[in-house]
């Protein structure tokens, strides 16, 4: 795969497909992303591809697991990796600072979902529209990230730092302003009609503003 599929190189469904497999996989993301998933068929994938229908079958259940596989990697990564390491980087000169954790984590989750731009467009259309699809994206991300996810908000409240909002509520907060800004520019809007750096510069005062604690 080339390099806009760097997420798939150690996920457990991808990392060993055959040269058909993967035309398979790149066609799915391909035509997913053009028509949406309920509008695409094995068969168009298939032939998309090059390769018979029932090679899709031999590494995939089905369609819906060939979608998952291609989502859950996105999944693994929509929370960072080492929170702690952006929790480490709130502090300067000593002293905690929201503005700058914040900006440091949407700056970085932005840019995952644009350097994988049609995987991302996937994403969104599915977990917006697809309420099953919704769950099982929301079920496959890593407890072990909302583990770090939770003892970081937890320590940022205990420092009233961060509003003494629950953990859950939080996320949510953070996560349908990050996605509004996102499904805006990459799904809805012309990307040359706006200024990225001065909205998202924007956003995150606008989201600093809501998460910090008034005196």
Avoid: C
């Amino acid at each position: 795969m080339n390099d806009q599929f760097n997420i798939y190189r150690e996920a457990e469904k991808t990392e060993k497909l055959t040269p058909k497999q993967k035309l398979i996989f790149q066609s799915a993301i391909e035509l997913f992303s053009e028509r949406g998933y309920a509008n695409t068929s094995t068969k168009e994938i298939s032939e998309h591809a090059g390769v018979s229908e029932g090679s899709i079958f031999r590494k995939f259940k089905n369609k819906e697991e060939l979608l998952m596989a291609i989502l859950t990697p996105l999944t693994h990564k929509i929370l960072p990796q080492d929170l702690d390491k952006f929790s480490r980087t709130a502090y300067q000169n000593g002293n905690l600072n929201l503005k700058y954790f914040l900006t440091t984590m949407i700056n970085d989750r932005i840019s995952l979902f644009k350097y994988n731009h049609k995987i991302m467009k996937i994403f969104l259309n599915e977990f917006i529209y697809d309420q099953h699809i919704h769950d099982r994206l929301i079920e496959s991300i890593p407890k072990k990230s909302f583990k770090q996810f939770n003892e970081v908000l937890d320590d940022l409240k205990k420092k009233q730092i961060l509003i003494d909002w629950d953990n859950l509520e939080i996320f949510r907060f953070l996560a349908s302003n990050i996605l509004g800004y996102l499904i805006e520019h990459y799904i809805i809007v012309d990307v040359k009609k706006w200024n990225e750096p001065l909205e998202i510069e924007h956003i995150t005062d606008f989201i600093v503003k809501g998460l910090t604690p008034t005196k």
